[in-house]
Structure formats: C-alpha cells, structure tokens
C-alpha cells in the first residue's frame, strides 16, 4: 500500500544584516531552488519584499538558517536570526524551522560557480540541509 505524502512548498531564508538570501523547495525533490537576494535597508521594506514571494509561492513553512560558531555556540548572529524567524512567524503564521547553517558558507565560499548570488544559494543549502535532516517526503 503506497503512503501518500502532502507535497509541501517550503521557502528557507539565510539572514544577515546587509543581506537575506531566499530559496524554495518541496518535500517531493528535496531541492532547494536560489530565488532572490533581499538587499533592502529597514525591516518595513524587507518584509514587504518577503510578503510578496510568500504571496508567489505560497509556502507551507519557513525555514530560517542559524549561524553558531564552528563549535555549536551561539553568537551574535544566532540572537538576530531567531529574532528574523519569530518576526517572520509573527507576521505571516506559518511555521518556522531552524537549521544549524554553521558549514552553508564554507562550502559556497570553496566552490566559484556558486559565488555569484551567494546569500540565495546559502538559502538553497540551508533547506536541502533542513529536509535531510528532518527526511520529510
């Protein structure tokens, strides 16, 4: 008997101060798709962009990258991310995961194809990191 799985869109979003990378994928392929880099100053404008990509997508759940240190400790970032993501939660209801971001930049920095839009394909990697993890699908 074959399990019949909701295929769910999930948007993932790599934070930072100057730069919030974005990408999409679904439970089905596993496979995180670089969207667009938010280089917007101020919360207002950025989450305005941000509304209108969940507008496009309409996801079933957000995923927000949290930087620690190489050692899993948390750092200034860490406390900025989780502020994005509760925003995030808060603004648009939907469901927000983490995922441990902390080796997403080492590996994009080591390989030059992928430096170019290099905020939304930390994003792509931070949710094809998210759905291993969680082996949804």
């Keep these: ?67 620690c240190h190489p050692d899993g400790a948390e750092h200034e970032m860490t406390a900025k991310a989780k502020r994005f993501g509760n925003q995030l939660h808060g603004r648009f209801h939907l469901p927000v995961d983490w995922v441990d971001e902390r080796y997403t930049s080492a590996i994009l920095e080591g390989n030059p194809e992928m430096r170019d839009n290099l905020d939304a394909q930390s994003a792509a990697l931070i949710l094809e990191q998210y759905f291993h993890e969680k082996k949804l699908g």
């Design 1 to 67: 008997m074959l399990k019949v799985m909701h295929d769910q869109t999930v948007m993932a979003f790599d934070y930072g101060t100057r730069r919030i990378g974005v990408a999409v994928g679904n439970t089905v392929t596993k496979a995180g798709q670089p969207i667009q880099t938010i280089a917007e100053n101020g919360d207002d404008a950025r989450f305005r962009l941000i509304e209108v990509l969940l507008k496009e997508w309409q996801p079933d759940r957000l995923v927000v990258g949290l930087p």
